[in-house]
């Protein structure tokens, strides 16, 4: 089912964390891995042909710090303005992708993706110009985009958009998935110990 030769993925972990008030990509996932190497590790038994990482300079000098590995198909990719926030970050990580049919926009603040949120979400590709997880009639994440959509953004001029308008503009299928994790940002230590930390004891 998975073809690894026309799916890539963009994971924003470009942003400041003021709120967290340390970089979020670092946080513990489990006692082997952080968010990054989780949501990569994900990413990359599903089969995606590239994995795009587009994070600050302060997040590379950090991950170089971690001393984190990751597979041959994963590039960090910096994002020289963060300050100009999300929709600038996925324009900076789909310019490096060079060729997929479709590409999944994966935040780091969800850490929750799993094989069958993938699954499910690819196997409906065709039918909209992205495929969007739901949860009781709530968005989640992540999302899968056409390279319609790709093409679009990369050729946008203006990068001071909202993502969640912009898409409005294209076909979309909403998928209902079974967990709620869909809808989960950890955007706080509140959060964290919430849903990570409580979790695992």
């Known amino acids: 089912m998975q073809d690894p030769t026309n799916t890539s993925v963009v994971i924003l972990a470009a942003g400041f964390s003021s709120r967290m008030k340390q970089a979020k990509f670092a946080l513990k996932f489990d006692e082997k891995r952080t968010f990054l190497e ?14 795009i990482v587009v994070m600050n300079s302060e997040g ?27 929709f600038y970050s996925l324009q900076t990580g789909l310019r490096t992708i060079k060729d997929s049919s479709y590409v999944f926009i994966q935040n780091i603040d969800n850490p929750f993706v799993d094989q069958d949120i993938l699954i499910s979400l690819y196997e409906q590709r065709e039918k909209a110009d992205y495929i969007a997880p739901t949860f009781k009639a709530k968005g989640g994440h992540p999302i899968l985009i056409s390279n319609l959509i790709s093409d679009k953004i990369i050729k946008e001029v203006n990068y001071n958009i909202n993502l969640k308008e912009y898409l409005k503009n294209f076909t979309k299928l909403r998928m209902q998935m079974k967990s709620e994790t869909i809808l989960f940002n950890i955007n706080n230590e509140q959060d964290y110990q919430k849903t990570i930390k409580n979790g695992n004891s």
Not at 60 to 84: A, C, H, M, W
């Open 60 to 86: 590379i000098t950090l991950k170089d710090q971690l001393n984190l590995s990751f597979p041959g198909n994963v590039k960090i990719v910096l994002n020289k303005y963060p300050e100009r926030e999300r």
């Open 38 to 51: 989780k949501i990569v590790q994900e990413y990359n038994v599903f089969g995606c042909k590239e994995i």
